[in-house]
């Protein structure tokens, strides 16, 4: 047999194996394609799903942020309520007792009236005790910048009831002396006269402060 016949039948036989095989490699083929495309879609979806993940995760922190940022700004509107509730609460307590201090003021004067008709005219009405401590307690504790205005007017307090206290003793001393008791009344008057008026001018200007101050509670 010749060399060209053996290549011939060699050819022949690969042909035949071939056409006997071909569903072999038709399922290999398949199966490629199938990886094939299996991996394009696995590659696809690991990223997809590593994009999600991430968006999850970025999503989570921004959440947290969030969170974290309405904590804070919750605590600094509370804050700030407070404060401003403090601040209401703090004028309203001044303006009552701005409101208390003038009223104390002018009640010292009423009792220096009445101090005065039982010690020297022999009244039988009580005046009680002295709202000067009241002035001088309100006055330190809410309102230093009535301090000097306030101190006047109970330095001229003090000295009235000197005055009166003086001017007491002298009637009693006096007695039935009609003549001498009309010297100390006269005297008294001509003493507290002054201080009177004095301590009226005291008053003003307390007032006038006084005013300056609630109109400055009452806008803020």
Same mark, same amino acid.
């Given at each position: 047999m010749t060399e060209t016949m053996m290549?011939?039948?060699?050819?022949?036989?690969?042909?035949?194996?071939?056409?006997?095989?071909?569903?072999?490699?038709?399922?290999?083929?398949?199966?490629?394609?199938?990886?094939?495309?299996?991996?394009?879609?696995?590659?696809?979806?690991?990223?997809?799903?590593?994009?999600?993940?991430?968006?999850?995760?970025?999503?989570?922190?921004?959440?947290?942020?969030?969170?974290?940022?309405?904590?804070?700004?919750?605590?600094?509107?509370?804050?700030?309520?407070?404060?401003?509730?403090?601040?209401?609460?703090?004028?309203?307590?001044?303006?009552?007792?701005?409101?208390?201090?003038?009223?104390?003021?002018?009640?010292?004067?009423?009792?220096?009236?009445?101090?005065?008709?039982?010690?020297?005219?022999?009244?039988?009405? /009580?005046?009680?005790?002295?709202?000067?401590?009241?002035?001088?307690?309100?006055?330190?504790?809410?309102?230093?910048?009535?301090?000097?205005?306030?101190?006047?007017?109970?330095?001229?307090?003090?000295?009235?009831?000197?005055?009166?206290?003086?001017?007491?003793?002298?009637?009693?001393?006096?007695?039935?002396?009609?003549?001498?008791?009309?010297?100390?009344?006269? /005297?008294?008057?001509?003493?507290?006269?002054?201080?009177?008026?004095?301590?009226?001018?005291?008053?003003?200007?307390?007032?006038?402060?006084?005013?300056?101050?609630?109109?400055?509670?009452? /806008?803020?």
């Amino acid at each position: 047999m010749t060399e060209t016949m053996m290549r011939e039948i060699a050819e022949q036989i690969a042909k035949e194996q071939f056409f006997l095989q071909w569903p072999v490699y038709a399922l290999m083929l398949a199966v490629a394609l199938v990886v094939g495309v299996g991996a394009a879609y696995l590659g696809a979806y690991a990223r997809k799903r590593g994009e999600s993940f991430a968006t999850k995760t970025d999503f989570d922190e921004l959440l947290a942020q969030l969170k974290i940022t309405t904590a804070v700004a919750e605590e600094v509107k509370v804050s700030m309520s407070h404060a401003d509730w403090a601040a209401r609460e703090r004028r309203t307590l001044l303006r009552l007792k701005l409101e208390e201090l003038l009223q104390a003021v002018h009640e010292l004067q009423l009792w220096q009236d009445d101090e005065r008709a039982k010690r020297i005219f022999d009244s039988a009405k /009580n005046p009680g005790p002295s709202p000067l401590p009241k002035v001088e307690l309100l006055t330190g504790l809410y309102f230093p910048e009535l301090e000097t205005m306030v101190y006047d007017f109970c330095q001229s307090h003090r000295q009235m009831s000197i005055t009166l206290f003086k001017s007491q003793q002298e009637l009693f001393v006096a007695e039935k002396d009609v003549a001498a008791r009309k010297v100390v009344l006269d /005297n008294f008057s001509a003493a507290l006269t002054p201080q009177y008026q004095s301590q009226l001018r005291f008053v003003s200007a307390i007032e006038a402060k006084a005013r300056e101050i609630m109109i400055d509670l009452v /806008n803020t």
